[in-house]
């Protein structure tokens, strides 16, 4: 995409990440016990299974094992339960990853709120280094892509430059809270 032209930017004099305040914080990690480790692990790897059967295998009562799920939950620990897709079967076979240079000085928060905006961004991620964002993208085609970028994504004022890249084999992910929780802790 060639360089944009310089736009005014709206408080240009204040830092660009200063007016993220409703974006999340690191939380402070919260005390885990074996058991907590235990349940976080076995959810990981079927977040169906039932309190019942968590209890059977733990070798405790079903209600103990309730009450540490939901103070796992009230704690921020366990933030919701999901669905893996097939992105193929499901029609959006491309991830696409999108390199984002913001104008300088240009607040980053209306960047985040347009680009939120768009259906196809699977997360955005505010980095450092020479960009300042890394979106990834789940599109049908390359015509779905061409159209994202030209008529949304490039169209987005505070925009300077972005690069594509396409993800050319995916590696299924591993079940990362079970390799960094099933360990002793620390």
């Known amino acids: 995409m060639p360089p944009r032209r310089r736009v005014a930017a709206p408080n240009a004099s204040t830092a660009p990440l200063r007016d993220l305040t409703d974006v999340p914080v690191q939380s402070p990690p919260v005390p885990l016990d074996d058991v907590d480790r235990q349940i976080l692990v076995l959810l990981s790897k079927d977040s169906r299974r039932s309190q019942r059967a968590l209890a059977r295998e733990l ?56 680009l939120a905006l768009i259906p196809e961004l699977e997360g955005l991620d505010i980095v450092t280094g020479a960009i300042d964002m890394l979106a990834r993208l789940r599109v049908r085609d390359h015509l779905h892509l061409r159209q994202l970028l030209m008529d949304h994504i490039w169209q987005i004022e505070g925009v300077q430059r972005t690069e594509t890249m396409l993800s050319l084999v995916e590696i299924a992910p591993k079940n990362l809270v079970a390799e960094l929780l099933s360990g002793p802790p620390g």
């Open 59 to 114: 070798g405790m009562s079903a209600p103990a094992v309730g009450e540490r799920i939901a103070r796992l939950e009230r704690l921020g620990v366990i933030r919701g339960y999901g669905v893996r897709l097939d992105w193929s079967a499901a029609g959006f076979p491309m991830t696409v990853y999108l390199t984002i240079t913001a104008v300088q000085g240009y607040q980053q928060r209306e960047l985040v709120a347009k």
